[in-house]
Every structure is written in structure tokens, then in C-alpha cells.
């Protein structure tokens, strides 16, 4: 086993999304990671994705057994990751005060939505709501109509998942020095409103409006946006930079060029250049393009992404078990990050990761504890 994570061990209990997404980052930088399930749960759809490089394993977490189990591991884990509401992983015995009364060192992560206290901290909700909170819906869309889901990567992934990975490897840092874990809480809303530190910066500054559609980068400035071309596919400009700019218009054929952040030229400059490239298909547009001076980029699909010769050259996507899927990222040049399939569903193999032996593995298989 390689990574920067490399003798790591990581115990993944509960939740959907970011934190499963969470134990991937982690096993693709080459930690061991014990993903456990609570006996009855549904098997999750993303397994192929968001278990690989995992042990996957299935408990009765009410089962006095179980815990005495998971309690005894402790002793080999050094980061535990969860994802219930705030209180339950406390009334299984399995909160931070349990776990560190057995290993002190232990980094606990914990995933959330509104955070592990305030008012919010029970309320049920997904990230259309926690990014709601946070203010990074209320930007995102047109100036007409509803602010619109950006998917749920701002608060899922990256203002959740991402934020959870960020805070585990910072206090495993700081074990380094003090010898003692410590409890990060990691929520969906702090993370996503952290996303937002440009825009506020942006708005301290007098150069953002709080009026969706009337900024530079959110959809409706005419040089950084979307347009669709003849064959019903997109293109992507992103000219912030004057001399961008300029050649965006040249290439387009607009002489004189507009000034740029004349505001009241965005509507008339945006109508003009739906027109321009809905005049030709994306693959003339990507080759009118080619080698200009210019932000700019074929809107791809994900079933074209990955046979685009950007992502095959910096090989961005890879197929495990026949499921394609996002190579592991950052990139590291000494210690690099492999993706590896699932473990064997072997639940004996995982339980003695766990520090379990076969005849106590197959006592607690045969009476339905695990499985």
C-alpha cells in the first residue's frame, strides 16, 4: 500500500455522500480505511465509487457485542469518520468521549449539516438547504425566477466531504506534535459559506451586488458564461481578463468591441453572441478557438469528458470493476494516490483487520451480529 496516508487506519461509520466521499479521498491517499454499515441499512448505490480501496463491513451498532468490538479496535484506529445526527453516535456508545477513553489519539471526524450545536444542530436536511443558509444559493441562476441547485457539490463535496478530509489531516498534523486527537465538526453550512470568502471579499470591496444576475462571474456577464451552438451542444467563455476579452470578441466577429463592464451593454452583448454561436456547431467553434489567446472550452458531457485527449493525457478519469469514475486527486509526485477497487467482501478478512479472530468472526456472523 502507498500514499501520503500510508499506515493510516480509519474507521468510516454511517452516512450517505460526503461521508463516504470523505473515507474515498482518505483510501485513495492510501489510508486503510473500515467503512461500517449499521445491519438492515440499504447497500448504497455508490459503492463502486465511493468504497473503493475499502473494507466494508455490516454491524448491529445496538448490539453490546458490536461495540465491545469496534471499542476494542480503537486501540488501532487512528481517525474515525462519521456521519449521523448530532446525539447518535453518542447513544451508541461510539461519541468522542467513548472513543478517547480508550485511544486519546484518535482524530474524530464528524459530518454534518447545520454543525454538532445551535439551534439548527437537530433539523433534518440536505444541501439544497445548508447551502440555502449559507448564502451560496441565493447567487447562483438568472435574475429571473428561483436561484438554481448548482447539483450538490457545494455543499455535499466540497463544502462538506472536502471540508471533513481538510480538518482530519490537520489535526492528524497537530497529533504529530501534541500526541493527542482531537474532534473536528465539519458542517455542510460552515463549509459551504467558507466557499463564499471570495464573493464576500468581492462584496466588501463594492464589486459584488447582492441581486443575482448582475455580477461578473455568476452566469450573467456576457463574456463568462454558457452559449449554445447549432448541433445543441455548449461552449464555455470565461474572458475576465481584458485581453481575453478582446479576442473573444475578435474571434467572434463583434468590431467594435463593447466595453466590457459596461453593465447596461450585457443584456444587448449577450444577445448577440447566443446569435454568433448559435451559427455554427461546437466542434467549429472548439477549432475557431484553437490556440487563441482566450478563455475558453467545449462544455463537455460525462460521457465525453473522459475520451476528451486533456483527461486522456493527464489520465483525469479511470474504469474500476467496468465503473468509470474520477481518478484520485490532488496529485502527489513521490508518495501518489492509487485508486483501488473495494476489498474482497469477505466480512472474516475485515473483522481481523479490526483485530477480531476467525472463531470470534464467525461467532458474530452466525448470530447475525455482523455480516
Known amino acids: 500500500m502507498s500514499g501520503v496516508l500510508s499506515g493510516i487506519r480509519v474507521l468510516e461509520l454511517g452516512g450517505k455522500g460526503p ?12 489510508a486503510e480505511v473500515v467503512a461500517v454499515d449499521r445491519a438492515g441499512a440499504v447497500t448504497p448505490d455508490d459503492l463502486s465509487v465511493f468504497g473503493r480501496g475499502k473494507h466494508r463491513l455490516r454491524l448491529d451498532l445496538k448490539s453490546p457485542e458490536a461495540r ?38 484518535v482524530v474524530y471526524g464528524r459530518m454534518t449539516g447545520y454543525g454538532q450545536d445551535g ?24 435574475r429571473e425566477g428561483p436561484p438554481v441547485v448548482p447539483l450538490n457539490l457545494v455543499g455535499d463535496f466540497g463544502g462538506g466531504g472536502m471540508l471533513l478530509v481538510t480538518g482530519v489531516l490537520g ?24 466557499l463564499m470568502a471570495w464573493a464576500y471579499a468581492a462584496r466588501a470591496h463594492g464589486d459584488w451586488s447582492d441581486e443575482r ?13 454558457a452559449y449554445e451552438t447549432a448541433d445543441g451542444g455548449f461552449v464555455s467563455v ?10 473573444l470578441m475578435r474571434v467572434c466577429g463583434i468590431d467594435p468591441a463593447p466595453d466590457q463592464y459596461d453593465r447596461t451593454q450585457w443584456p444587448a452583448l449577450s444577445r448577440r ?63 501518489p494516490s492509487r485508486p483501488r477497487p473495494p476489498a474482497a467482501a469477505d466480512a472474516v478478512s475485515t473483522l481481523a483487520v479490526l483485530g477480531v479472530g476467525e472463531r470470534d468472526a464467525r461467532d458474530l456472523l452466525a448470530r447475525g451480529i455482523a455480516g
Open 119 to 142: 439551534p439548527w444542530s437537530r433539523a433534518p436536511g440536505h444541501d439544497v438547504n445548508f447551502i440555502a443558509m449559507s448564502s451560496a444559493l441565493a447567487h447562483v441562476g438568472p
Open 273 to 335: 453572441l447566443e446569435e454568433t454561436f448559435a451559427a455554427r456547431d461546437r466542434a467549429s467553434w472548439v477549432a475557431r478557438f484553437d490556440g487563441v489567446e482566450t478563455s475558453f472550452a467545449p462544455v463537455l458531457t460525462m460521457a465525453e469528458a473522459h475520451t476528451h485527449p486533456y483527461h486522456v493525457e493527464r489520465e483525469t478519469f479511470v474504469e474500476l470493476d467496468g465503473v468509470l469514475q474520477p481518478a484520485p486527486a490532488p496529485r502527489f509526485d513521490r508518495t
Open 171 to 194: 489535526a492528524l498534523v497537530e497529533r504529530g506534535a501534541s500526541g493527542r486527537g482531537q474532534v473536528v465538526d465539519a458542517a455542510m453550512t460552515d463549509g459551504s459559506a467558507q
Open 68 to 105: 465491545g468490538l469496534l471499542h476494542a479496535a480503537m486501540s488501532g484506529i487512528d481517525v474515525v469518520i462519521e456521519g449521523f445526527r448530532p446525539g447518535v453516535a453518542e447513544r451508541l456508545g461510539l461519541g468522542p468521549a467513548d472513543v478517547h477513553a480508550v485511544n486519546p489519539r
Open 213 to 225: 444576475g448582475g455580477n461578473a462571474t455568476d452566469g450573467s456577464a456576457p463574456f463568462y458564461r
Open 238 to 247: 470565461g474572458a475576465l481578463d481584458p485581453g481575453h476579452y478582446v479576442e
Open 19 to 30: 461521508t463516504p466521499f470523505a473515507g474515498m479521498m482518505l483510501a485513495d491517499m492510501g
